[in-house]
C-alpha cells in the first residue's frame, strides 16, 4: 500500500503497461491465435452447411419435391358398409400447465377438429397448480363434453417429468389402446379444422412414416422487435432445416406440437423419456434409430404465440439450447453403434443435426463475433484474414434471411439480437455438454392470449416491477463494458477498424441486460 501511495497515476500506468507487454506476447498472442483458428474452423463448418441446405431448398423447389409427390397419398372415404369404422381412431393431446389466458383458445381449436365424432379422443393434460385455473379448464371441458365432443379431462397429482410426465400419463389411459395416431398441441396453439384430414392420410397410406409434422404461423410477430427477431431466426428453421432433413434423410427434430405420430412408432422408441429438456427430440431421435421416418409438410400451418418477454424468452432459449447439448451427449456413441440406419444418416444426425446446430453454432456466435474479434482490437498482432472476418458471416447472415423477406430491412438488429442472446445460448449448451446445474431446468414458457388481445378478449398487463435479481443480467453487463472498451481502444490507440461495431454491439448487450428489447416496436 505504502508503495503505491508514493506513485503518481502516470507511474500506475507505466506498471500496468509493462506487466501488459511482459504478458502479451508469450501468453495472450498465442491463446488468441489459436482462438482465431479454432473459430474460423468453425465457421467454416457453419458456412458449409448452410451452403448445403441452401443447395438442397433449391433443388426441392426446382424439381417440385412435393410431399405428395414423395409420398403416396388419398384422402380417406367413408365404406357405405364400415361407416366411420374405417377412419383411423385418433387421440389429440392438449398438454397444459397454468394457462389461464389461452386455454378455451386451445381446448377450443382442438375441440374444433373435422373428424368423425366417433373416431377422435380430446384429452386434456392439466397440470395446473392454482386451483382456479384448474376449475376454469375443468369447466371448459365439461361444457365441451356437454355438446358431444368426446374429451376427457386428465390431471395427475404431481408434475414429474414436466411435460413429457404428462404425456406419458396420458397414453397409459385405457382408452388409448383403441387409438393408432397422436396428435399433440401445445397451449397456444390452434390447427385449423382440417388439419386431421391434410395429415392422417400420410401416415395411413405410408406404413414407414412415424411422424407428420406441420409448420408454426406466429400470431404475434409484429407486437415488438424481439418477436420479428424471433420470427426471422424460427422461419429459416421451419424454412430451411426441416425441410432439408425431411426430404434428404427423413429425419427432423420434432417440434414438440403441431404433429401427429404412429402410436406404433412412439412406443416402439420406448415412449416419453424426461431425461431431458427436450423430450420431443429425444423422441424423433430414437424413433430415428428404429428406422421410422419422418415428413414435414411446409404448406400446413398452426397458429401459435412467440414469446413477447425477455424473461420468458430467455427461460425457453435455455431450454432449446441447453437440451439438445445434453441429449447429444446421452445419445452420440448409441446413434454411431445402431445398425438399423445408414452410415450417411448417422454423420448426418450426429455431424450435422447435433454437432454444428446445437453446439458450434451458438458457441462460435458468442466466442469469435464477442470475445475474439474484438480482442483482436486491443491485440494488433493478432489478424484476422477478411474472409473470416467479413465474407463469411455476410453469406451465412444472408442465407438465414432468406426464410423472412419481409424483414430484411431489420437485418442488422437481426445480427445484434443474434450475438446478443449468443452468450445465454452459449452458456446454456455448455451446461448441456457438461450436465452441471440448471441442466434439466424446465420454466413453461409463459403465454400472454396474444391471438385474443386481437378480438378484445385481452386483459391489461401486469405491472412489472423492477428487481435487480431480475431484470439485470450480470453476464451480459460485462461483455458490454468489454466491447466499449475494446471500441474505445480502437479509437484511442488502433486503426479505427471495429469500434463503430463494438460500440453499437455494446448498447445492444446493455439493453438486452436490462431487459428492454422487448419493448420496442418495429415499423413492418
Known amino acids: 500500500m505504502e508503495a503505491f501511495q508514493g506513485m503518481t497515476r502516470g507511474d500506475i500506468s507505466s506498471q500496468v503497461g509493462q506487466v501488459w507487454s511482459q504478458v502479451k506476447e508469450p501468453v495472450i498472442v498465442p491463446l488468441l491465435r489459436v482462438a482465431v483458428i479454432l473459430c474460423l474452423g468453425m465457421s467454416l463448418m457453419m458456412l458449409v452447411e448452410r451452403v448445403y441446405m441452401g443447395l438442397v431448398i433449391c433443388l426441392v423447389k426446382l424439381f417440385g419435391r412435393r410431399p405428395e409427390k414423395r409420398y403416396k397419398w388419398e384422402p380417406l372415404k367413408e365404406d357405405v358398409e364400415l361407416g366411420n369404422s374405417t377412419y383411423p381412431m385418433v387421440l389429440v393431446q392438449v ?25 377422435i379422443i380430446i384429452q386434456v393434460l392439466d397440470d395446473s397448480t392454482d386451483p382456479s385455473i384448474k376449475e376454469m379448464v375443468q369447466m371448459e371441458c365439461s361444457r365441451w363434453a356437454s355438446k358431444g365432443v ?21 397414453m397409459k389411459r385405457s382408452y388409448v389402446k383403441q387409438c393408432d395416431y397422436v396428435a399433440i398441441f401445445d397451449a397456444d396453439f390452434q390447427p385449423e379444422s382440417d388439419f386431421l384430414w391434410r ?3 400420410f401416415l395411413v397410406n405410408n406404413p414407414e412414416l412415424g411422424l407428420v409434422q406441420a409448420r408454426w404461423k406466429f400470431v404475434n410477430s409484429n407486437e415488438c422487435l424481439m418477436t420479428r427477431m424471433q420470427e426471422m431466426s424460427l422461419d429459416y428453421h421451419f424454412t430451411v432445416e426441416q425441410e432439408v432433413g425431411s426430404s434428404t434423410y427423413a429425419f427432423f427434430g420434432f417440434n414438440g406440437t403441431a404433429g401427429v405420430w404412429r402410436i406404433t412408432a412412439l412406443n416402439e422408441a420406448g415412449g416419453w423419456k424426461d431425461r431431458t429438456t427436450v423430450e420431443d427430440m429425444d423422441l424423433a431421435v430414437r424413433a430415428s ?8 409438410l411446409a404448406n400446413l400451418k398452426v397458429k401459435n404465440e412467440l414469446p413477447s418477454t425477455l424473461k420468458a424468452y430467455r427461460y425457453q432459449q435455455h431450454r432449446w439450447s441447453c437440451g439438445p447439448a445434453n441429449l447429444f451427449r446421452k445419445m452420440v456413441m448409441e446413434i454411431m453403434r445402431n445398425k438399423k440406419v445408414s452410415l450417411w444418416k448417422k454423420i448426418y444426425v450426429v455431424y450435422s443435426f447435433f454437432f454444428v446446430r446445437k453446439v458450434v453454432a451458438h ?17 494488433p498482432e493478432v489478424v484476422v484474414p477478411k474472409w473470416g472476418a467479413v465474407y ?29 442472446m449468443s452468450l445465454h445460448r452459449t452458456k446454456a ?10 441442466v434439466n431446468e424446465w420454466i413453461v414458457t409463459e403465454k400472454l392470449g396474444d391471438a385474443l388481445k386481437g378480438k378484445g378478449g385481452g386483459k391489461a398487463p401486469k405491472k412489472i416491477r423492477f428487481r435487480i435479481g431480475d431484470r439485470i443480467h450480470m453476464l451480459e453487463l460485462l461483455v458490454g463494458f468489454y466491447l466499449f472498451f475494446c471500441g474505445c481502444y480502437d479509437v484511442m490507440f488502433g486503426k479505427n477498424r471495429f469500434y463503430i461495431f463494438l460500440y453499437i454491439q455494446s448498447i445492444a448487450f446493455f439493453i438486452m441486460a436490462f431487459g428492454y428489447v422487448g419493448t420496442i416496436v418495429p415499423n413492418s
Open 95 to 119: 398438454p397444459m400447465y397454468n394457462e389461464r389466458e389461452v386455454y378455451q383458445l386451445s381446448i377450443g381449436a382442438a375441440c374444433g377438429l373435422s373428424w368423425p365424432a366417433d373416431r
Open 150 to 170: 368426446n374429451i376427457k379431462y386428465e390431471v395427475r397429482d404431481n408434475r414429474n417429468g414436466y411435460k413429457a410426465g404428462a404425456l406419458k400419463e396420458g
Open 199 to 201: 395429415t392422417v392420410p
Open 289 to 296: 434409430l428404429k428406422g421410422w421416418k419422418f415428413l414435414y
Open 363 to 379: 458457441i462460435n456466435t458468442f466466442v469469435f463475433y464477442c470475445i475474439v474479434l474484438p480482442a483482436t482490437v486491443v491485440v
Open 392 to 420: 463469411i458471416p455476410s453469406i451465412i447472415t444472408l442465407l438465414n434471411a432468406v426464410g423472412t423477406p419481409r424483414s430484411l430491412h431489420l437485418l442488422v438488429f437481426w445480427i445484434l439480437f443474434e450475438n446478443t
Open 429 to 438: 449448451t455448455i451446461i448441456g455438454l457438461l450436465e452441471a446445474s440448471r
